[in-house]
């Protein structure tokens, strides 16, 4: 479900954590790819709640998540539709689910549910008032399609909110940080490499109405790393330390030369030396309604 925002593996979310993230209250340190996926999880959220915002998630709304992972997205919702709305979360890996269930339970989110399935063939509970989608796209060997299909389980007049990595368009910085130039430079190629749809953010629009949705509105965004220990920085070298076996595979990069343990230490000094800011994700979030009478 939700691949990782650069990883090739399904629903993991370019989230790997060591120790720069403090332990989940529900997770506790048993999973570092659980914890990878809630770091990058809380870069992104109050940019994917714009999103839904901006797609007029309301109280009382019935809404279905695809691709959950551990539940992120299917929360902000939950907070959006309130105790008389209902958000059901839909992914493949069973372990992702079972945190998710275990974190709505310790938020006491009775609204909110989860099921595991794949995302190919949804479970028909349908239809819903809206349907969100986070980093699923861009995974997908055909987006077109796999809107098509979600949209079959939208209510005429229902909203389909969708987020995604503008790739092409991320690493910019200011003013130009040499080692953050190197890192985009291995970590574009492996991308596309793996048949990562680097340009799906700046492709929603398109994609939306050719799957047969009316598109509304939509919104680009991005959070800065403007210290070293922030998150957007912390999650872009994680992000590097997953991608890592993909670079030495493909021939992008070697690992002496990236030397993982160290390059976070290396961007902090490059930041503090050029006072510099870095953006180390763009995000595009596209919203539409499926046509009909209402």
Do not use: N
Not at 111 to 130: C, I, K, N, W, Y
């Amino acid at each position: 479900m939700r691949p990782c925002a650069l990883s090739p593996t399904p629903e993991s979310h370019m989230h790997v954590e060591e120790t720069v993230t403090p332990a989940d209250p529900v997770l506790g340190h048993e999973d570092r790819e659980l914890h990878r996926l809630m770091l990058l999880a809380q870069v992104y959220a109050p940019l994917t709640e714009g999103v839904l915002r901006g797609a007029g998630l309301k109280p009382g709304m019935r809404v279905l998540d695809v691709g959950c992972g551990v539940g992120d997205v299917s929360f902000l919702a939950a907070e959006l539709v309130g105790p008389t709305g209902q958000v059901v979360g839909v992914d493949r890996e069973a372990r992702f689910l079972t945190w998710a269930q275990r974190r709505a339970e310790a938020q006491g989110l009775a609204h909110v549910r989860f099921r595991q399935s794949s995302l190919e063939s949804l479970p028909v509970e349908g239809p819903f008032d809206a349907i969100v989608c986070r980093l699923v796209l861009m995974f997908q060997p055909d987006p077109i399609s796999f809107v098509r299909r979600m949209a079959e389980h939208l209510r005429p007049g229902g909203v389909m909110a969708l987020h995604e990595l503008e790739l092409a368009a991320m690493g910019l910085a200011h003013p130009k940080l040499p080692l953050f130039s190197r890192i985009w430079g291995w970590m574009l190629p492996t991308c596309e490499r793996l048949g990562i749809k680097v340009h799906m953010g700046m492709e929603l629009v398109s994609t939306l109405r050719r799957a047969g949705l009316v598109v509304d509105d939509g919104v680009i965004g991005g959070r800065l790393g403007v210290t070293a220990d922030a998150e957007p920085t912390q999650a872009l070298v994680e992000t590097v330390r997953t991608l890592l076996p993909h670079m030495e595979r493909l021939g992008v990069a070697l690992a002496m030369e990236v030397d993982i343990d160290t390059l976070a230490a290396r961007l902090t000094a490059e930041l503090r030396a050029h006072g510099g800011v870095l953006v180390p994700s763009l995000m595009v979030g596209a919203w539409g309604h499926r046509p009909g009478p209402v």
